[in-house]
């Protein structure tokens, strides 16, 4: 949960900033490094989170599924090293997105339609081809969110089927009210990401993807902490 609410604060400080500073002002720019350092630290914080979300899935999971071997199975040791790949990854695919998308070429118009510097409509400028910036999008898009939802699922469908093993309501109750929170929360935060980036470029609407990037990039950090 702490990591959890770090990566939520980040998220929330790459974005949010900027955004109510161009509230404020008539003149809405940002500098092309800026713009790179804001995908770039949101690509990081947004790959955290989806798997954060995935390593606190397979913690219930052991919780509920496992109790005695709890403290064995998820040990500090443990927790510390998913917590280390998990910043390693988002950083790497971080480096590797924002590098493909800025070693592009940007000759035509320089207004970006959107409230943060995303690949998809910075893309959407260049007078390059795009192909290979948006097939590495779209293929560290497609892996990342498949995986950690296989996580996820396969940590909830045991979850589910250890609560229907239990006898008594008040114990299945008990045992579903400490999931309940998480389930919300991924919900609301995979299907978001999934409806944005999981789409050909062809079917793409790019106000419609500024109403889900909404969710996911302030509404989700401001809920989380009232979830949890």
């Known amino acids: 949960l702490r990591h959890l609410a770090i990566v939520n604060l980040?998220?929330?400080t790459v974005i949010a900033p900027k955004m109510l500073v161009n509230f404020l002002v008539s003149k809405k720019t940002i500098s092309?490094?800026?713009?790179?350092v804001q995908m770039g630290g949101f690509i990081v914080f947004i790959v955290a989170e989806i798997f954060m979300l995935a390593a606190m899935a397979y913690d219930r999971y052991v919780a509920v599924c496992n109790p005695l071997l709890y403290m064995v199975v998820v040990s500090p040791q443990i927790c510390l090293l998913l917590v280390s790949l998990t910043y390693f990854y988002s950083l790497?695919?971080?480096l590797t997105v924002s590098s493909y998308v800025f070693s592009m070429s940007y000759c035509s118009?320089?207004?970006i339609n959107h409230f943060y510097c995303d690949n998809i409509p910075l893309l959407a400028l260049s007078c390059s081809d795009t192909y290979i910036p948006e097939i590495a999008a779209f293929t560290f898009s497609g892996i990342n969110l498949l995986f950690s939802m296989i996580i996820v699922l396969i940590s909830y469908l045991n979850i589910i089927l250890a609560i229907l093993r239990i006898r008594s309501s008040e114990g299945r109750q008990k045992t579903f009210s400490t999931?309940?929170?998480h389930m919300m929360?991924?919900?609301?935060?995979?299907g978001t990401l999934l409806f944005m980036y999981l789409q050909p470029r062809t079917n793409h609407s790019l106000d419609t993807d500024k109403m889900a990037s909404v969710f996911y990039t302030l509404m989700i950090p401001m809920l989380n902490p009232l979830i949890y």
């Open 92 to 94: 790497i695919t971080a």
């Open 109 to 111: 118009s320089n207004v």
């Open 185 to 190: 929360a991924v919900t609301v935060f995979y």
């Open 10 to 12: 980040g998220n929330s």
């Open 32 to 36: 092309y490094y800026g713009c790179a």
């Open 179 to 181: 999931c309940v929170s």
